[in-house]
């Protein structure tokens, strides 16, 4: 009979809950594009290093290798394309451009903390004197800085996307559950789907305008041109795919709510929705991203205050750092694009059970 040692024992407990925690964090790391980092922790912990770095290779080398070779063919072929605009610039003058940016996007928040400090001063020589009806609030009106501009067209598009879902999410589950209401509401879908922005928003425009007569209210009226602009673009996926969801539940499921005398609150809420969850994120995420774009057109368009209109500034600008400028802002869009796809699937990962993303 042979006594195992009791260390030998609590170093294998050990590392079996190490590798418990990496297969929990995985599935975040899944969400968050940095797979690569699960069998980095696996073969830290010496669990098959030889597999783990082929793992490693595919999902962080490969990813590497292709973005250094993709830099080096953009360096290489860039000065050899001319535009009225000059040459285009290569990835170093995109960053140097990237820089200034940031450097300019600095100094206009020092410029408008100075000048708040000035409001503040000047109020307060006010009540000093018992002049209290003198005080105002005087708005800085220097010109909004790189990343206003992209707050301005991320609060916009988040906007637009949540009129877009309040609507679309329970049509959607309307059109699944009564066929009548689905032949109802999917001519309207396939009439207005593929209708452009460009072609939404003059009509938007003159809505807004005729509706919103003031400038003082909550939302100013280029906010709203935009932010509906992209609701009306975004709501079709969003509704396309909760109506599926719902359609696809199981008839077993739909039979035992019937068995259960379910009222109709209690049916959606504890069997529709928790079963057509996963379609209505596939279906959320996608109209996430139709709004992205479709935001960034508007705003060139209508040169309401965002992305877009920085871009379509930059154009008519036409310096020697515009072009590097334009690019950095395509990079820029491109990347929030991926970083509000990535919000969306953690939101789909904490609401669902399911593999199904």
């Not at 451009?97 to 300019?104: T, V």
């Not at 009540?127 to 708005?139: C, H, L, S």
């Not at 460009?198 to 003031?214: D, E, H, K, N």
Request: with cysteine; net charge positive.
């Amino acid at each position: 009979m042979t006594i195992a040692d009791p260390d030998t024992l609590s170093s294998e407990a050990r590392r079996a809950r190490l590798f418990t925690r990496i297969s929990k964090m995985d599935a975040w790391f899944q969400v968050f594009g940095l797979a690569w980092v699960t069998p980095v922790l696996k073969a830290a912990a010496g669990d098959n290093p030889k597999a783990q770095l082929k793992e490693i290779w595919r999902l962080l080398a490969v990813p590497v290798i292709a973005i250094a070779g993709f830099l080096m063919l953009w360096a290489m072929l860039a000065p050899k394309v001319q535009t009225s605009l000059g040459a285009i610039p290569g990835p170093g003058a995109v960053w140097t451009e990237a820089m200034n940016l940031h450097q300019d996007a600095q100094a206009k928040a020092a410029k408008e903390r100075a000048h708040q400090e000035k409001v503040e001063a000047r109020n307060q020589r006010f009540i000093d004197r018992g002049q209290p009806e003198r005080v105002k609030d005087i708005p800085y009106t220097g010109a909004p800085s790189y990343y206003q501009q992209i707050w301005t067209s991320i609060q916009t598009v988040f906007f637009g996307f949540l009129i877009a879902a309040a609507v679309a999410i329970p049509l959607g589950i309307l059109a699944g559950l009564s066929p009548a209401a689905n032949a109802a509401i999917n001519p309207l879908v396939q009439i207005f789907k593929p209708v452009s922005p460009l072609a939404w928003l003059p009509i938007v425009t003159m809505v807004v305008s005729a509706l919103y007569a003031t400038n003082d209210g909550l939302f100013s009226k280029s906010f709203l041109v935009s932010a509906i602009t992209v609701t009306l673009c975004s709501l079709w996926p969003a509704l396309i795919n909760t109506a599926l969801g719902v359609a696809s539940i199981d008839k077993d499921l739909v039979n035992v709510s019937k068995v259960l005398k379910m009222n109709t609150y209690t049916k959606i809420t504890k069997l529709v929705l928790p079963s057509a969850l996963p379609l209505i994120f596939t279906g959320l995420r996608l109209s996430l991203g139709v709004g992205w774009m479709v935001l960034i057109a508007a705003e060139m368009l209508a040169q309401n205050p965002g992305l877009g209109k920085f871009v379509w500034d930059e154009f008519q600008n036409g310096s020697s750092q515009s072009l590097a400028r334009i690019i950095v802002a395509v990079l820029t869009i491109g990347l929030i694009g991926f970083l509000l796809d990535r919000v969306m699937h953690a939101l789909q990962s904490l609401f669902t059970f399911t593999n199904n993303r």
